[in-house]
C-alpha cells in the first residue's frame, strides 16, 4: 500500500524557518499531485499547500503565502515544504497527502509531524 | 468557500444511523468529500465526488447532496465508527474543509 513518512518537525523560535520532507513509497511518485495538510491543536483541518506531479505548479493558502515553499524531487521521490518566518500560529500537526487523480481531494494520507514554534 | 457541517457533535448508539451534514456557502457542484479522523491519527478519506466510496470504504458509509447541500449517512453505527467526520470542497482554491463532527457513543 502507498505509505507517506513525514520528517523534519519540531520546536522553533518565532522568526526561524524549518524544512518539512516527506518521503513515498509504493505508488509512482511524479505522476500524482501531493499536498501539505496542517492541523492545529485540538482544531480542524487546512489545506496549506499543492504541487502538481512534475513541479511546475504550486498552490498556497493565503496564511502562508510568500513565506512557505512546497517542491519536490521525483528522482528521490520525495516531497518537501519549507517554512520561513514562522509564527505562533503555525503550530500544528503537518499532514503529507497524496491527491487523488481526477479530484483534488486526498486519498492518502501519512501520520504527521508536530511543529511547534514557540520562545 | 465556507463549509459549515452541522451539529457539531452527535450522540448516536451503535447499530442505529448517524446523518451528519455539510453547507456550502456557494455551489461545489458534486466536488465534495468527506473525511475520517480517529483520535490521534491522520484522516481517512471515506467518499469523494459527493457520493463516491472511497476504496475499501464499507457500504454502510453513503454520501449524497450537490450544489450547496451535502449529506454523509453512517446506516448501523460499528464501534470503530466513532470519530470526527469533515466535508471539504475541491472545486475552487483554496480547498477548504468544514470544522468537522464529532461522532460520539449515546
Known amino acids: 500500500e502507498v505509505q507517506l513518512l513525514e520528517s523534519g518537525g519540531g520546536l522553533v523560535q518565532p522568526g526561524g524557518s524549518l524544512r518539512l520532507s516527506c518521503a513515498a513509497s509504493?505508488?509512482?511518485?511524479?505522476?500524482?499531485?501531493m499536498s501539505w495538510v496542517r492541523q492545529a491543536p485540538g482544531t480542524g483541518l487546512e489545506w496549506v499547500s499543492m504541487?502538481?506531479?512534475?513541479?511546475?505548479?504550486?498552490y498556497y493558502a493565503d496564511s502562508v503565502r510568500g513565506r512557505f515553499t512546497i517542491s519536490r524531487d521525483n528522482s528521490k521521490d520525495t516531497l518537501y515544504l519549507q517554512m520561513n518566518s514562522l509564527r505562533a500560529e503555525d503550530t500544528a500537526v503537518y499532514y503529507c497527502a497524496r491527491v487523488k487523480r481526477g479530484g483534488d481531494c486526498l486519498d492518502f494520507w501519512g501520520q504527521g509531524t508536530l511543529v511547534t514554534v514557540s520562545s | 468557500i465556507v463549509m459549515t457541517q452541522s451539529p457539531a457533535t452527535l450522540s448516536v448508539s451503535p447499530g442505529e444511523r448517524a446523518t451528519l451534514s455539510c453547507r456550502a456557502s456557494?455551489?461545489?457542484?458534486?466536488?465534495l468529500a468527506w473525511y475520517q479522523q480517529k483520535s490521534g491519527q491522520a484522516p481517512r478519506l471515506l467518499i469523494y465526488g459527493a457520493s463516491t466510496r472511497a476504496t475499501g470504504i464499507p457500504a454502510r458509509f453513503g454520501g449524497s447532496g450537490s450544489g450547496t447541500e451535502f449529506t454523509l449517512t453512517i446506516s448501523s453505527l460499528q464501534s470503530e465508527d466513532f470519530a470526527v467526520y469533515y466535508c471539504q470542497q475541491y472545486i475552487t482554491w483554496p480547498y477548504t474543509f468544514g470544522q468537522g463532527t464529532k461522532l460520539e457513543i449515546k
Open positions: 504541487i502538481n506531479g512534475g513541479g511546475e505548479t504550486t
Open positions: 456557494q455551489s461545489v457542484s458534486n466536488y
Open positions: 509504493r505508488f509512482t511518485f511524479s505522476t500524482y499531485a
